[in-house]
């Protein structure tokens, strides 16, 4: 088996606060509280958040946690606790999935459930056969009322291309499991450069890249040719162990952005449909949702992420549903 280790992708911590109560800026810019009501929050879908664990004590995310298991020697190797020893996996939990509460935070799908999956230690590295275990226990997972997993988040990565970790995400995209992972930040704040991290630059994952809140290329972004989209990854506010909040920067704050949008839209677009969609389907349903900023597609891929994109640019230029091509906004969105 692969003996080299996996870590968390790097990120910074800017501030932690003890309590807060509002609406990330990150949620609301890409539009997130538009479709709560039409997708009822993202009830029902359960997102595999691969990472550091989750406090499960937190008070906006206790009522969101469905299940979790250890795959690391933290704890003894007990597989039953699977408490966050470092704080990146509560963040990224909090911007999926964080209660719409009246208090602390809210995440993009406030009513999703999240399954915690601790591949990672409370240094934020661990094997690839934990993540590669984690990532086929997601596949075969069910909950008590036979949920399935839906999505995947991972904010981590890796410079080598291991073939046994490609092979275990293309089995979650064959059951029909969206793979959201962090683009890296590695990047050198050269767009013509490129910069990659394992499984950020598989074709098979929803790769995401980072942007500030005034739409400016984070300089630490990866770039390549693998790149899906972008999302808010600078100073992005979300839930913090011991019941605090923090703002934290990286990719790894962008990727939950779309892992949340993406359950929101299983919901939204299936609802639409009156059917089951296919990963490709809902795959296609967020990249009608993006709008180009301008930057090379190695650095932006389609856009950034509004998820209400689709029906403001219907109601604008009163047309029907296929908008993808037409969006060439001399503003940068909408504006």
Excluded at 88 to 103: E, Y
Excluded at 296 to 321: H, P, Q, T, W, Y
Aim: charged share 20%; with cysteine.
């Amino acid at each position: 088996m692969v003996q080299n280790q996996v870590k968390l992708i790097p990120y910074t911590i800017q501030s932690v606060f003890e309590n807060t109560n509002e609406t990330p800026v990150g949620v609301q810019l890409v539009q997130a509280p538009a479709l709560w009501k039409e997708s009822n929050q993202g009830e029902g879908v359960v997102v595999a958040v691969i990472d550091t664990g989750i406090d499960t004590n937190h008070q906006d995310l206790k009522d969101r946690i469905i299940g979790g298991r250890n795959f690391t020697s933290d704890y003894q190797g007990n597989p039953d606790i699977f408490e966050d020893n470092n704080g990146h996996g509560t963040h990224v939990s909090g911007t999926i999935a964080a209660s719409l509460n009246q208090q602390g935070v809210a995440g993009v799908a406030p009513k999703a459930q999240i399954l915690s999956l601790k591949a990672l230690t409370g240094e934020g590295a661990g094997d690839y056969e934990w993540i590669i275990e984690a990532i086929n226990y997601a596949v075969d997972w069910s909950g008590p009322n036979d949920e399935r997993v839906r999505v995947i988040c991972m904010s981590l990565g890796g410079p080598t291309d291991v073939p046994e970790l490609h092979y275990a995400i293309q089995k979650a995209i064959q059951h029909e499991i969206s793979v959201v992972v962090a683009a890296g930040n590695e990047g050198d704040g050269y767009e013509e450069t490129y910069e990659y991290a394992y499984p950020g630059a598989y074709n098979e994952v929803i790769s995401v890249g980072a942007v500030s809140v005034d739409l400016s290329l984070a300089p630490f972004t990866n770039t390549h040719d693998e790149i899906d989209l972008v999302a808010p990854g600078v100073e992005v506010l979300s839930t913090y162990p011991d019941n605090k909040y923090a703002k934290l920067s990286g990719t790894s704050m962008a990727a939950p952005h779309v892992a949340g949008a993406l359950a929101l839209l299983v919901n939204f677009s299936e609802k639409e449909f009156n059917r089951p969609l296919t990963e490709t389907e809902i795959y296609a349903q967020l990249i009608r949702r993006t709008v180009p900023l301008g930057f090379r597609k190695s650095s932006e891929g389609n856009g950034l992420l509004m998820l209400n994109l689709v029906d403001e640019l219907k109601e604008r230029f009163k047309l029907e549903a296929g908008v993808t091509g037409l969006v060439s906004l001399e503003t940068k969105f909408l504006g």
